[in-house]
Every structure is written in C-alpha cells, then in structure tokens.
C-alpha cells in the first residue's frame, strides 16, 4: 500500500512548500524507499501552458510534453526522478474530466455535485499517478508526496482539501500523514506565532489534523524552543513535531536541516515504514544518495573562486521566471567548485533606444555585460529585447567569451550570424516580422496557429550528433525500423574510402565541445517547448559560411544545437536541457558552459571526465524515436505539415 504525505500551507503562498516537499521526499528516498511526487494547483487554467512567466513563474516542460508548474521541477531534480504531466493536478483538469464524464452518461443521470463527485475525482486521480513508476526500478512507488498549492482557507482550494479529509480514511491511518507550513514572522526580535495558530485552527475546522507543523522563518535565526513549546501548547501537536525552517545558505542545505531535527524518524513511526520490505540493494542506494548530497553541500560551503554569468533575458524582473536555469547553473557550478554569481541583465537595456532615454542603465547594463566570464541568453516568447540579446550574442561571438543560448537564445544566434556574417542586415525571424523578405526563423508547419495550450514542440526528442553513425543511416534506420548494411555493402556516404576519410576530418563529431560534453553518444534526448525553427532553406548558406549545427533531429531537416569551432565556448540549443539538470548530475550544456567562464583547463577537465562518465537522468525507457516519442506528447499537428512521419498533413 502507497503511503502519502500532504504538504498543506498556511497565511501566505510561496513561502517554501515545494523545497519543503521536495527535501522530505528526498530524505525518504535516502532510506531506500521508491518516492513520487503530485502539485496540485487550484487554478481553472487546465496547465501552466499558457500563463506568462511572471504572472507563475517558468513552465516546466516533461518528457510527455506537459507544461507544468516550477515545483515538479524541484521534485524532479531533488528525488531524481521522471513525472508526467498527470503529476500536476489542477481544478481545470478535475472539472473537464467530471463534465466529460457527465457529457457521456457515466453519473448515471445523478445531480453532479462538488461533493462527492469533484472530491471523489480528485481522490482517484491521485490514487492513480501514485502507483506509476518514476524511476528506472519500474515499480510502484512506497511513498506519494502531495503538495496542496495556494494556503488554507483559499476558495479555490476547498475543493482539494475536502478531498484530502476524505482521502485520509479512504488509505486509512497508517499510510496518511499531513505536515503543515505556517509563516512564523519575526517582529523587532520576537517569534510571533498567532498566524500559525490561527491557520492550524482553520485547518483543524475543515477536518484535517496535521502531524508535524513546519514553522518558516524569513531570516537566518533558528526557531527558539520557547517558540515551539508556544507552538506546541496551542495546536494539539506534541514539541517533536514542530519543526523550524529557517533562511539557509542555499536550498540543499534544507533537508539536511529537517534531518537534524528527526523528520525521518517521526515519520517512519507515524506511517509503519519499518513494516515496508525494502531491499538492501535500495538501502545502499539511499545511503549513496546521502553521502553525494552531503558532499555536495560541504563542497559549496568551500567555494571561494567566483564565476560570473551574465543572464540577458526578458522577464529578469522575476527570477522565478528561469528557475530551471538557476538551477542548472548551481548544479554546474557545484562540480566545478566555483561560487556562482549570476547577473541579471534585461536585455532590452543593450538596445540603442535605451541610451537615448536612460544612459545611466544603458552605460550600467554593458559594463555589466563586457565583465562577464560568460553570456548566457535563455528562452523567451514576443520580439521585446530581441535586438538586445543579438547584440550581446555578437560580443560574445567577436570577444571569444563564452556563451550558451538556450531556445530563443539559440534562434538569436543564428540572426546574429545571418546579420553580422552573412551581411544579411534584415534577417529576422516570423515570430517578430511575419512578412519578413528575409526569414530565417520560421513557423514550423505542423504547428497549430490557433490554439495556444500544448500546440508547441513540446516533450523529450532525439537529437542526432552529425557526422556520427547515426547521422549517415538512412532515416528509417535511424528510427531502427531497417536493417543496417553489412560492412562490404556499406552506405551511400561511406562506399568511396577517400571519401569517407574526408568526411571524417570535417566531421563535427571529431571536435564538438557539444558530443564530447553528451559522453562522445551518437544522439542525446533533450526536452523541447517551441513553435520556430531555423529556416531549412537557408541551412546550407549558413554552414557554407562557417555556423556549424552539429546536432540536427533524425530526418537531419531540423536543427537543434549550434556551435562554432574556433570558439573556446559557443554554445546553442533548440531544446531546454536546464529542464533535465540534477544536483548530482549538471545538463552537460550548462556544466560545459560553466567550465570554459572558469578557464579552459575546467574545460578541459570536465570534457574528459563527461566522455567518460556522463550518464542522460531519462529512464531507458524514454529515449526512443522521435515518432514514437511525439505520439506520447500533446503535439498536436495541423494541417499542412512539411514532413511526413510525425509532421503528416491532418484533416480539418
């Protein structure tokens, strides 16, 4: 039987719940135990799709294409696991599914009602995604975090916590436990702890006990005993299960933190986890995983030697926006053992228009950007800040510093190269000028233009290294639908020998910082969200010039990782490789990107050691075919499509 631990909140959002989520799970997990991971969301929005990055911050993309809310990102990197988009509940998704099956006659031509019809939806959904496998065990998971977005009392989420009361007696006593995450703010010294007695009483009101009370305190001072034992006194819960959560240097120290103060052991006595079978080769895993993490935070406690990144973005007003990049720069910067420091630029401040009507920002914006140990411009929608970013892709380019661009950033790239190489002075994308005479980013065909929620480019696809195996099979062999010739019939590049030995020595393969960085494979899966792609047509006039797209999808006809060869680092992708980083493991991308701002000796290191050592977090399961892969995603193809295979023409 699945045991599940709610994390519910109180007085305000956004305090912690999802690193608070995420850190017991990960303890759980250091015991050896399989976890998972639900956010429920009460939002009507059916995903986090269509939302702007600063009214929720990123949309976190799955291997499956769902676009979901930030925190399965935390999950993800912190339990080291793979989610679907069915792990992120939200009232859109219970709604339409309970109307459809009221449209359909299932309800028996019964009055559809809140209760029970919405909370008995709401308690099978949960039960369900609780048992699918997250891991590359292939078994059902011991353990189901939920995190009950938004904070108790919320009309919205009255629906879900409802479900909750009644889920806690339908799994029974033993396998439900619920901790509670209360703001304890603190006023000119003192603790004060009203607002966690008074959310814990609203909480108590609508049948809902909890088992441990997590106390967050926006400040570096710990929670005074006095303070708990007050706790304690007021919300019926003993001083062992109160728990203070206050401002450490970085989030991986947090459940280190609940650790000191024996979550894991309240909690193996409160859900009978000594009763669970759990093999020794597990256990061992879990003590490995502990050891890593402890490591690592140790590590990061002794990192003196900065790196400087410059983030030229877009939406750099709320940095929840790239939380997934952050991330897989932290991540990069622990293997390094350099102490990042990120500066956030919007790019919009690069453009000439911003000298004219603020020079002060202007000037403060490009000292900021000729200072950095590297650039970076990540992902992005609409034609605001564009022009910026393309001028700090050119210094970065002519400067020999650094740079990595992710989605928009890689399509930037390409503009850049068009307009500055090329001499192409209109280049532009469609996105920004439909009827541009010169477009060099398109619309991909297959895409719908009138629906916006999951019609993009979205979930994990292949992407083919050129000049490897892989890229001189013909597709369908690619796709390992064909059987490969025999070393005398060899293929259609390979039959002349001096022919062959040349390609070889103009091969990508044989000096992409890209493969070398991916552990020297013939293809890599990256996550996907887009709607454009570099025009095919102007494919061949861009590598005659020198932009070398080393990695291309199956067909060779899409391109999605750029890179230039006299370069000590430059770097772009298609896809968001942020979106699979690990603590323990970095995005090869972003660690590579983090190595050459330390210097090309980090460089050098970290090449050999990823040749070596690299291993992708996808289960093996999920790195298949881009045709099989898109038939598990939410694409959804219209028509019109250029290619046949997984962009075929549909009916209207």
């Given at each position: 039987?699945?045991?599940?631990?709610?994390?519910?909140?109180?007085?305000?959002?956004?305090?912690?719940?999802?690193?608070?989520?995420?850190?017991?799970?990960?303890?759980?997990?250091?015991?050896?135990?399989?976890?998972?991971?639900?956010?429920?969301?009460?939002?009507?929005?059916?995903?986090?799709?269509?939302?702007?990055?600063?009214?929720?911050?990123?949309?976190?993309?799955?291997?499956?294409?769902?676009?979901?809310?930030?925190?399965?990102?935390?999950?993800?990197?912190?339990?080291?696991?793979?989610?679907?988009?069915?792990?992120?509940?939200?009232?859109?998704?219970?709604?339409?599914?309970?109307?459809?099956?009221?449209?359909?006659?299932?309800?028996?031509?019964?009055?559809?009602?809140?209760?029970?019809?919405?909370?008995?939806?709401?308690?099978?959904?949960?039960?369900?995604?609780?048992?699918?496998?997250?891991?590359?065990?292939?078994?059902?998971?011991?353990?189901?975090?939920?995190?009950?977005?938004?904070?108790?009392?919320?009309?919205?989420?009255?629906?879900?916590?409802?479900?909750?009361?009644?889920?806690?007696?339908?799994?029974?006593?033993?396998?439900?436990?619920?901790?509670?995450?209360?703001?304890?703010?603190?006023?000119?010294?003192?603790?004060?702890?009203?607002?966690?007695?008074?959310?814990?009483?609203?909480?108590?009101?609508?049948?809902?006990?909890?088992?441990?009370?997590?106390?967050?305190?926006?400040?570096?001072?710990?929670?005074?005993?006095?303070?708990?034992?007050?706790?304690?006194?007021?919300?019926?819960?003993?001083s062992t299960q109160v728990l203070g959560v206050h401002d450490v240097s970085s989030v991986y120290h947090v459940p280190l933190l609940l650790q000191s103060q024996g979550i894991i052991d309240y909690l193996r006595k409160r859900l009978n986890l000594s009763a669970l079978n759990i093999p020794e080769e597990m256990i061992q895993k879990g003590l490995s995983i502990e050891a890593r993490w402890?490591?690592?935070?140790?590590?990061?406690?002794?990192?003196?030697?900065?790196?400087?990144?410059?983030?030229?973005?877009?939406?750099?007003?709320?940095?929840?926006?790239?939380?997934?990049?952050?991330?897989?720069?932290?991540?990069?910067?622990?293997?390094?053992?350099?102490?990042?420091?990120?500066?956030?630029?919007?790019?919009?401040?690069?453009?000439?228009?911003?000298?004219?009507?603020?020079?002060?920002?202007?000037?403060?914006?490009?000292?900021?950007?000729?200072?950095?140990?590297?650039?970076?411009?990540?992902?992005?929608?609409?034609?605001?800040?564009?022009?910026?970013?393309?001028?700090?892709?050119?210094?970065?380019?002519?400067?020999?510093?650094?740079?990595?661009?992710?989605?928009?950033?890689?399509?930037?790239?390409?503009?850049?190269?068009?307009?500055?190489?090329?001499?192409?002075?209109?280049?532009?994308?469609?996105?920004?000028?439909?009827?541009?005479?010169?477009?060099?980013?398109?619309?991909?065909?297959?895409?719908?233009?009138?629906?916006?929620?999951?019609?993009?480019?979205?979930?994990?696809?292949?992407?083919?290294?050129?000049?490897?195996?892989?890229?001189?099979?013909?597709?369908?062999?690619?796709?390992?639908?064909?059987?490969?010739?025999?070393?005398?019939?060899?293929?259609?590049?390979?039959?002349?020998?001096?022919?062959?030995?040349?390609?070889?020595?103009?091969?990508?393969?044989?000096?992409?910082?890209?493969?070398?960085?991916?552990?020297?494979?013939?293809?890599?899966?990256?996550?996907?969200?887009?709607?454009?792609?570099?025009?095919?047509?102007?494919?061949?006039?861009?590598?005659?010039?020198?932009?070398?797209?080393?990695?291309?999808?199956?067909?060779?006809?899409?391109?999605?990782?750029?890179?230039?060869?006299?370069?000590?680092?430059?770097?772009?992708?298609?896809?968001?490789?942020?979106?699979?980083?690990?603590?323990?493991?970095?995005?090869?991308?972003?660690?590579?990107?983090?190595?050459?701002?330390?210097?090309?000796?980090?460089?050098?290191?970290?090449?050999?050691?990823?040749?070596?050592?690299?291993?992708?977090?996808?289960?093996?399961?999920?790195?298949?075919?881009?045709?099989?892969?898109?038939?598990?995603?939410?694409?959804?193809?219209?028509?019109?499509?250029?290619?046949?295979?997984?962009?075929?023409?549909?009916?209207?």
């Amino acid at each position: 039987m699945t045991k599940y631990i709610v994390i519910s909140g109180g007085v305000v959002s956004g305090i912690g719940k999802g690193i608070i989520a995420s850190s017991t799970g990960l303890l759980l997990k250091t015991t050896g135990l399989k976890v998972t991971a639900i956010k429920i969301d009460p939002y009507m929005n059916i995903d986090a799709g269509t939302m702007r990055p600063t009214e929720h911050g990123e949309v976190f993309v799955l291997n499956d294409g769902g676009e979901v809310d930030l925190d399965l990102g935390n999950y993800e990197r912190y339990l080291d696991v793979t989610l679907s988009r069915d792990n992120n509940i939200t009232t859109g998704k219970i709604y339409r599914e309970v109307i459809e099956r009221e449209r359909r006659g299932e309800y028996l031509g019964k009055t559809v009602q809140i209760v029970p019809h919405i909370t008995s939806a709401i308690q099978d959904w949960i039960e369900r995604v609780s048992k699918i496998p997250v891991d590359n065990s292939g078994e059902e998971p011991d353990i189901c975090i939920i995190e009950l977005g938004g904070t108790v009392g919320d009309i919205e989420s009255a629906p879900f916590v409802e479900a909750m009361r009644q889920f806690q007696f339908r799994v029974g006593y033993d396998n439900f436990a619920l901790i509670h995450v209360s703001l304890v703010p603190d006023m000119h010294g003192e603790q004060k702890t009203k607002p966690t007695q008074t959310t814990v009483h609203a909480l108590r009101g609508l049948g809902l006990l909890p088992d441990l009370i997590a106390c967050r305190l926006l400040a570096p001072r710990p929670l005074e005993n006095s303070t708990k034992e007050k706790i304690s006194m007021f919300c019926h819960v003993s001083s062992t299960q109160v728990l203070g959560v206050h401002d450490v240097s970085s989030v991986y120290h947090v459940p280190l933190l609940l650790q000191s103060q024996g979550i894991i052991d309240y909690l193996r006595k409160r859900l009978n986890l000594s009763a669970l079978n759990i093999p020794e080769e597990m256990i061992q895993k879990g003590l490995s995983i502990e050891a890593r993490w402890k490591a690592m935070t140790r590590a990061q406690e002794r990192c003196f030697d900065e790196v400087k990144i410059v983030l030229v973005g877009k939406y750099t007003d709320f940095k929840d926006s790239y939380m997934s990049v952050i991330k897989a720069l932290e991540h990069s910067a622990f293997r390094v053992q350099h102490k990042l420091v990120i500066q956030w630029v919007e790019s919009s401040n690069l453009e000439p228009p911003a000298q004219g009507s603020d020079p002060a920002k202007y000037h403060d914006t490009w000292r900021a950007l000729v200072g950095a140990s590297g650039i970076l411009v990540p992902g992005g929608f609409g034609q605001r800040g564009t022009e910026g970013m393309i001028l700090a892709i050119k210094w970065a380019r002519e400067q020999k510093v650094p740079f990595l661009g992710i989605c928009l950033g890689f399509q930037m790239a390409v503009l850049e190269w068009a307009r500055s190489v090329l001499g192409v002075q209109d280049a532009q994308s469609t996105e920004f000028v439909p009827d541009t005479p010169s477009p060099f980013i398109v619309f991909m065909p297959e895409v719908s233009r009138t629906h916006m929620g999951g019609t993009m480019r979205l979930g994990l696809r292949p992407t083919v290294f050129q000049g490897t195996a892989q890229a001189r099979l013909p597709s369908a062999l690619a796709n390992g639908s064909a059987t490969p010739p025999t070393a005398a019939e060899g293929t259609a590049d390979t039959a002349d020998t001096s022919s062959s030995s040349k390609f070889v020595l103009q091969s990508p393969a044989t000096w992409s910082k890209a493969r070398q960085l991916y552990g020297n494979v013939d293809r890599m899966w990256e996550r996907h969200r887009h709607r454009y792609e570099v025009n095919p047509e102007q494919v061949p006039r861009l590598e005659a010039s020198g932009l070398t797209f080393v990695g291309k999808d199956e067909r060779g006809e899409r391109m999605q990782i750029v890179e230039l060869k006299d370069h000590p680092f430059f770097l772009g992708l298609q896809p968001h490789p942020e979106l699979c980083s690990r603590p323990l493991n970095p995005s090869p991308p972003f660690l590579g990107f983090i190595a050459a701002a330390c210097g090309s000796s980090v460089l050098a290191e970290q090449l050999e050691e990823q040749a070596r050592n690299y291993r992708p977090p996808h289960p093996e399961g999920s790195m298949d075919s881009e045709e099989t892969l898109r038939e598990r995603t939410m694409e959804h193809p219209v028509r019109g499509g250029r290619m046949s295979g997984w962009g075929t023409p549909v009916a209207d």
